[in-house]
């Protein structure tokens, strides 16, 4: 019989990569394919962030990564005048989720040690330099046509499919699943160089948003010596001749000439703001580029579709191990894009928000946008952490009762694990769903019986003594006791009481089919 995989992913770059590790860990048969033979050498993305870490820990490769990441500077946005109207930073430590708030990175190299982790699980087979031709899904499951390097043509069998094949998914062609469009599309270059020490002493030691109505552009610094520069066009230029290598310095002029550095990469873009109409159709899933693209302005695009297959993920695992099964496990599926198609939306439209601040074209608005900005702070600039940009998830599986911290990342605490050693919460309390109690609060009784999967942690007891007090400050400032943290690290919801922490177990425990499986 030929043999049928759990999940085939088409597309090996970040979400497919973190796709194809977060699955095979749970023990799932994978397939993966992509066109290219190795990892892309040029970087696209340049940022993470906290709640990408964390995933990265699930994998096991967080330590693996940091030699290729640093922290993200501030980020200080200059008016029309030369002077400071904004500046964004990372929020102060303790840290939140245990990682840097945020950081740049180089890409290949990340990717690399994702793939070398995922080389490491038998259960994924990885097919590169191929190409999917075909695809074709009914109830059952879903056939890909696999072109090999030799022309010979293959089939590939499974009951589910995830398409991280980019913007330009050819999934998403062959399926007809249309992306609409947010009103974004602006011509930009993006310009990588390698700076020398020379050209490192003429630069800001921050990265900058230039708001400057004649050409808005950014540099952001990168980790070493890797400086960024994302410079918009103006009506009429070319964008394949401002791409060159004597238009790019040209370009660049005002900070480095050819002598003080080596230039990385320099492209043209049209930066989009685009979303799936649907994220899925029957056995068939969009994640990352394939399902939405934005403006780079916050450095979200690589981070959203990590949190694409970190969301789809679990929910493909608790279906395919039998866990939640009949309507509740489509309900379950059916929810994926529900909760990222909301989120994506919401944080485009505070994307392109921070856009319009960067890229006003007219003067007099850019000097009037100046003026309101200052006018708003008292005229001294206040730091804005990244992260009080990113948005909560309003909608799909989550406790009926709405509360501020439902649908927000629970953090993760630094608790002694013995006397002298520190770990984080998710290495001691796994990955999967939790019940976080505060200190001093049980857990509640009939729990195990509910929920025989669901993990208890009671902070303040052997095991789980906090070292900075961050869970326990969650808590305090939510006004709450307890809360049920997804596998993905969202709050399902929070109680107030014990009770009310049963009842929200039990409430779940209903949501997911649980209590009818368990009567039957």
């Given at each position: 019989?030929?043999?049928?995989?759990?999940?085939?992913?088409?597309?090996?770059?970040?979400?497919?990569?973190?796709?194809?590790?977060?699955?095979?860990?749970?023990?799932?048969?994978?397939?993966?394919?992509?066109?290219?033979?190795?990892?892309?050498?040029?970087?696209?993305?340049?940022?993470?962030?906290?709640?990408?870490?964390?995933?990265?820990?699930?994998?096991?490769?967080?330590?693996?990564?940091?030699?290729?990441?640093?922290?993200?500077?501030?980020?200080?946005?200059?008016?029309?005048?030369?002077?400071?109207?904004?500046?964004?930073?990372?929020?102060?430590?303790?840290?939140?989720?245990?990682?840097?708030?945020?950081?740049?990175?180089?890409?290949?190299?990340?990717?690399?040690?994702?793939?070398?982790?995922?080389?490491?699980?038998?259960?994924?087979?990885?097919?590169?330099?191929?190409?999917?031709?075909?695809?074709?899904?009914?109830?059952?499951?879903?056939?890909?046509?696999?072109?090999?390097?030799?022309?010979?043509?293959?089939?590939?069998?499974?009951?589910?499919?995830?398409?991280?094949?980019?913007?330009?998914?050819?999934?998403?062609?062959?399926?007809?699943?249309?992306?609409?469009?947010?009103?974004?599309?602006?011509?930009?270059?993006?310009?990588?160089?390698?700076?020398?020490?020379?050209?490192?002493?003429?630069?800001?030691?921050?990265?900058?948003?230039?708001?400057?109505?004649?050409?808005?552009?950014?540099?952001?610094?990168?980790?070493?010596?890797?400086?960024?520069?994302?410079?918009?066009?103006?009506?009429?230029?070319?964008?394949?001749?401002?791409?060159?290598?004597?238009?790019?310095?040209?370009?660049?002029?005002?900070?480095?000439?050819?002598?003080?550095?080596?230039?990385?990469?320099?492209?043209?873009?049209?930066?989009?703001?685009?979303?799936?109409?649907?994220?899925?159709?029957?056995?068939?899933?969009?994640?990352?580029?394939?399902?939405?693209?934005?403006?780079?302005?916050?450095?979200?695009?690589?981070?959203?579709?990590?949190?694409?297959?970190?969301?789809?993920?679990?929910?493909?695992?608790?279906?395919?191990?039998?866990?939640?099964?009949?309507?509740?496990?489509?309900?379950?599926?059916?929810?994926?894009?529900?909760?990222?198609?909301?989120?994506?939306?919401?944080?485009?439209?505070?994307?392109?928000?921070?856009?319009?601040?960067?890229?006003?074209?007219?003067?007099?608005?850019?000097?009037?946008?100046?003026?309101?900005?200052?006018?708003?702070?008292?005229?001294?600039?206040?730091?804005?952490?990244?992260?009080?940009?990113?948005?909560?998830?309003?909608?799909?599986?989550?406790?009926?009762?709405?509360?501020?911290?439902?649908?927000?990342?629970?953090?993760?605490?630094?608790?002694?694990?013995?006397?002298?050693?520190?770990?984080?919460?998710?290495?001691?309390?796994?990955?999967?769903?939790?019940?976080?109690?505060?200190?001093?609060?049980?857990?509640?009784?009939?729990?195990?019986?509910?929920?025989?999967?669901?993990?208890?942690?009671?902070?303040?007891?052997?095991?789980?003594?906090?070292?900075?007090?961050?869970?326990?400050?969650?808590?305090?400032?939510?006004?709450?006791?307890?809360?049920?943290?997804r596998p993905d690290h969202y709050v399902y919801g929070v109680a107030g009481t014990g009770e009310e922490a049963a009842a929200l177990v039990a409430e779940l425990a209903a949501q997911l089919g649980v209590a009818e499986a368990c009567a039957a």
């Amino acid at each position: 019989m030929e043999r049928e995989f759990d999940v085939a992913i088409v597309g090996y770059g970040p979400a497919g990569v973190v796709a194809a590790g977060l699955l095979g860990r749970a023990g799932l048969s994978v397939y993966v394919c992509d066109r290219l033979t190795e990892v892309y050498q040029i970087p696209r993305a340049i940022a993470l962030d906290h709640e990408i870490m964390r995933v990265f820990q699930q994998l096991g490769v967080a330590d693996a990564v940091l030699p290729f990441c640093e922290a993200f500077t501030p980020s200080e946005y200059v008016g029309v005048d030369g002077q400071l109207i904004r500046r964004m930073t990372m929020v102060a430590p303790p840290y939140p989720q245990g990682h840097t708030p945020s950081m740049v990175f180089t890409q290949p190299a990340v990717e690399q040690v994702l793939r070398e982790r995922v080389a490491q699980m038998p259960n994924v087979v990885v097919a590169l330099g191929v190409e999917m031709t075909g695809l074709a899904h009914n109830d059952q499951g879903v056939q890909l046509s696999i072109r090999t390097a030799g022309g010979a043509t293959k089939t590939v069998r499974a009951k589910y499919t995830i398409a991280c094949d980019g913007g330009s998914s050819a999934v998403r062609t062959q399926l007809d699943m249309p992306l609409e469009d947010l009103d974004f599309d602006e011509p930009w270059l993006v310009v990588d160089v390698l700076v020398n020490e020379r050209g490192q002493a003429k630069l800001p030691q921050v990265s900058v948003q230039y708001c400057e109505p004649e050409r808005p552009c950014t540099m952001v610094i990168g980790p070493k010596n890797h400086r960024r520069w994302e410079i918009s066009l103006q009506p009429g230029e070319d964008p394949r001749q401002v791409a060159t290598a004597e238009a790019t310095w040209q370009l660049l002029a005002r900070w480095l000439t050819p002598d003080d550095g080596e230039l990385w990469r320099q492209s043209s873009y049209r930066f989009h703001a685009l979303v799936a109409l649907h994220w899925r159709q029957g056995r068939v899933f969009l994640a990352g580029d394939a399902a939405h693209m934005q403006p780079p302005f916050l450095g979200q695009g690589m981070c959203q579709g990590v949190r694409d297959v970190s969301n789809l993920a679990w929910k493909l695992i608790a279906v395919l191990r039998g866990e939640v099964s009949g309507a509740s496990a489509e309900a379950l599926l059916d929810s994926y894009g529900t909760e990222r198609k909301a989120h994506v939306r919401e944080l485009t439209s505070r994307i392109k928000q921070v856009g319009a601040v960067i890229c006003e074209r007219d003067p007099v608005k850019a000097r009037a946008r100046d003026a309101a900005l200052l006018a708003q702070c008292g005229g001294v600039v206040k730091d804005t952490p990244r992260q009080d940009i990113l948005p909560r998830l309003e909608t799909g599986l989550l406790a009926a009762r709405d509360h501020a911290a439902r649908g927000s990342l629970f953090p993760q605490p630094w608790l002694l694990d013995g006397p002298h050693q520190r770990r984080r919460m998710d290495d001691i309390a796994g990955h999967g769903w939790r019940l976080v109690l505060a200190p001093g609060q049980a857990t509640p009784a009939g729990t195990a019986t509910a929920l025989p999967w669901l993990r208890s942690v009671a902070l303040g007891t052997p095991g789980a003594l906090e070292t900075e007090g961050v869970a326990e400050a969650w808590f305090q400032r939510h006004q709450c006791v307890a809360a049920l943290v997804r596998p993905d690290h969202y709050v399902y919801g929070v109680a107030g009481t014990g009770e009310e922490a049963a009842a929200l177990v039990a409430e779940l425990a209903a949501q997911l089919g649980v209590a009818e499986a368990c009567a039957a």
